[in-house]
């Protein structure tokens, strides 16, 4: 029996490996630079590239890859052999330094939103040393970072890293005046929780929409679904544990601390939970994590779904981003201890992360916009678009007191008793978790709900990252110029409880008088994607990323360019696909079917006037009328796609989209689905919602 310590992280250069495969000399130079922040020196960079391809080989590899994480929202990598010529015609196996270090690729074919021409080709990778390199299907994966010719950045990682140097500057400075010496860095840490589905991957292949999409554009609900809520945390098929049990071992060899398993609360629904790491690592593994899902459930002929919002009045799946702020002496800088009301410096970064939250909500909604999510959004399975924060009773006891300039009243925590005297009796927590909120803390980080499964964690970060660096240098310039810092640090704490309280709600999220009560408070609620979207760009958030040096604001332009072009481009091929499926599969079925109830009535009424023919003429009847609204919405539907070609500039196609494209797609599919409720099962042309979400 293989355990588990024994290949964890076997296919990964690691921390153990260099040590073992480097020379003292080289491994410390090389630590010493990545904790530095400076570039590589190139005979180092060369015994670190000899000795990563010799473990490489060793382990099969016969190929490395810069691998890089653009715009497009998954990863990329183009592969190169090892393999050298020698002067006697034979091969040498090489890796250079500079290989290592340094790569270049096209970067014309990649979304840039107008940074690059389509004739400016050049781009180049650069190798982050901070997270470690990785063997996948026999390719030596290098992460790295991805910019152009001339120098912006066209990945998602160059702004993660921007903003954990940003936040670590602003944390570093606040913690000194804490009289913390022995601290000489400061990382931000997530762990993402991601949620996914499991269909048959036989079914998955009869969809069209599935398989274009990533959703169903049609189908009506079955006669169950979730609402026994039997399948959340209930017992894991066997099929489905065969897929986890392959998954966990995938990724615990490459590193990923796969952590909690369990079915979630949709049928066919499950999520998984990772240890926390570091910010960009946790990325990378993020997307490791999603690709091997979707590699792994084929090999057990399933298809593993990542929209977030794939079934119609079945929850949707999010990814809950946790994140905290610790020291490199090991201290989480989130960490209340047994006396809040007295610890000042957890008040101070607490008190920085609400004034965050409440100044940049807009960011925050931005970093979770996309046309998948904007279905999950407020469906009272997931939070609603309004920011807010959940610090439960204590905390925010806590803060009133301060507010009030009244002493906390310590409450000793209540014993848990359940009324069985043979179970043990333990402290209660503090307070309960609140599952509808967007912003939770959660005893020593905060739970950011909203993104959506299919999302890369890095953009979220980098805007949560560099909002709280942002505040924590306020703080900072405001008490490095006070004379007296214990009556500051009061008196700033006390002022941002005040000015900000508005973006605590300990309440029912999904409760719509909430909606109202926060639009009282001043709260933004960007509904939909191009609502959010176009404030990633307002003046203030320009500042913010460029004074941190995260973005330039020609980065942030060309990056609304692309998400608005995304937006429109997936809902595009909704509706292309729904034009097509009604077209050539569900209205031929229809019509099929509809001959084939005219003909019963008829055979009857040859036999005898007599013969009850109500069933069959009803239904026809209701067919009759809704195969006529079908058609002309998929007229209208196709009418509007024209329409959309006359819209000039993505934000004004992103509204059209949402006004005019979008609601057709829903009067399409009212039709399609009343229709599947009328036609013969053998008729209907594909899986049902009750064969894809039993079906396993």
């Known amino acids: 029996m293989k355990l588990i310590s024994d290949y964890f992280g076997c296919m990964v250069f690691d921390d153990t490996v260099m040590k073992s ?13 990545v904790k530095d922040g400076r570039s590589l020196n190139l005979s180092v960079a060369n015994a670190v590239a000899s000795a990563m391809k010799d473990w490489a080989i060793s382990l099969g590899a016969t190929h490395f890859t810069h691998w890089f994480q653009p715009m497009t929202g998954i990863t990329a990598e183009k592969h190169d052999s090892f393999i050298s010529p020698d002067k006697d015609g034979r091969v040498i196996m090489e890796f250079s330094g500079k290989e290592l270090i340094r790569g270049e690729t096209d970067a014309s074919s990649f979304p840039s939103g107008g940074l690059r021409a389509t004739f400016e080709a050049r781009g180049y990778t650069a190798w982050d040393a901070t997270s470690y390199a990785f063997i996948k299907d026999k390719v030596l994966c290098i992460p790295t970072a991805f910019c152009s010719y001339s120098g912006d950045a066209l990945d998602k990682k160059t702004p993660l890293l921007r903003s954990m140097e940003a936040i670590n500057r602003q ?12 601290v000489t860095s400061v990382k931000t840490t997530v762990g993402p929780e991601q949620e996914y589905f499991l269909i048959d991957k036989e079914m998955f292949t009869k969809r069209k929409d599935l398989v274009y999409t990533g959703r169903t554009l049609f189908g009506a609900a079955p006669p169950k679904s979730q609402e026994l809520e039997g399948h959340y945390y209930g017992v894991i098929k066997p099929r489905v544990q065969a897929f986890m049990n392959d998954l966990n071992e995938e990724l615990w060899k490459l590193g990923v601390l796969a952590k909690t398993e369990h079915n979630e609360a949709a049928p066919a629904q499950h999520e998984l939970a990772p240890i926390f790491a570091t910010t960009n690592i946790a990325a990378d593994h993020n997307q490791l994590t999603m690709e091997i899902m979707q590699k792994i459930a084929k090999k057990h002929d399933m298809v593993c779904l990542l929209h977030e919002k794939p079934f119609k009045g079945v929850n949707g799946s999010g990814k809950h981003n946790n994140w905290s702020l610790s020291t490199n002496t090991g201290v989480n800088l989130l960490e209340p201890g047994d006396t809040p009301a007295e610890n000042a410096q957890f008040l101070l970064f607490l008190c920085a992360v609400l004034k965050a939250v409440d100044d940049y909500q807009d960011l925050l909604r931005v970093s ?18 309004v920011v807010s924060i959940f610090l439960g009773t204590e905390l925010t006891e806590i803060l009133e007191a301060i507010e009030k300039d009244v002493p906390y009243d310590v409450k000793e925590k209540e014993l848990l008793r359940v009324g069985v005297h043979t179970m043990p009796k333990f402290p209660k927590d503090t307070t309960d978790r609140n599952r509808t909120s967007p912003f939770a803390f959660t005893g020593n980080k905060f739970e950011f709900r909203m993104l959506g499964s299919s999302a890369s964690v890095s953009d979220p970060n980098t805007i949560l990252n560099t909002a709280v660096a942002e505040i924590l240098k306020q703080f900072a310039d405001e008490l490095e110029a006070a004379n007296d810092f214990e009556n500051a640090i009061h008196a700033l704490i006390k002022r941002v409880i005040t000015q900000h309280k508005r973006i605590v709600f300990n309440g029912n999220g999904y409760d719509d008088a909430w909606l109202a009560e926060a639009k009282k408070r001043g709260l933004l609620n960007l509904k939909k994607t191009p609502d959010a979207l176009p404030h990633f760009v307002d003046e203030k958030n320009v500042t913010l990323f460029t004074a941190h040096k995260v973005y330039t604001e020609r980065e942030m332009r060309s990056r609304l360019e692309i998400l608005l072009q995304s937006y429109c481009n997936l809902i595009n091929i909704e509706a292309q696909t729904m034009v097509e499926m009604a077209k050539k599969e569900i209205l031929p079925a229809v019509s099929q079917y509809s001959k084939q109830l005219s003909d019963t009535v008829l055979s009857k009424k040859a036999v005898s006037n007599g013969f009850d023919c109500t069933y069959e003429t009803d239904t026809l009847t209701e067919i009759v009328q809704l195969t006529a609204s079908a058609h002309a919405n998929v007229k209208a539907l196709e009418k509007a796609l024209v329409g959309a070609k006359k819209s000039v500039g993505a934000q004004t196609l992103s509204v059209y989209y949402r006004d005019k494209i979008l609601p057709v797609m829903e009067k399409l599919r009212a039709d399609a689905d009343a229709l599947e409720g009328l036609v013969s099962a053998e008729y209907w042309p594909m899986p049902t919602y009750g064969d894809l979400l039993f079906g396993i």
């Open 21 to 33: 495969m480097l020379s003292e000399d080289v491994y410390n130079t090389l630590k010493r630079t």
């Open 171 to 182: 944390a570093m400075r606040v913690l000194k005046l804490f009289g913390n010496e022995d």
């Open 368 to 385: 979770v916009a996309t046309a998948g999510n904007d279905h999950r959004l407020g469906a009272h399975e997931a939070p609603p678009a």
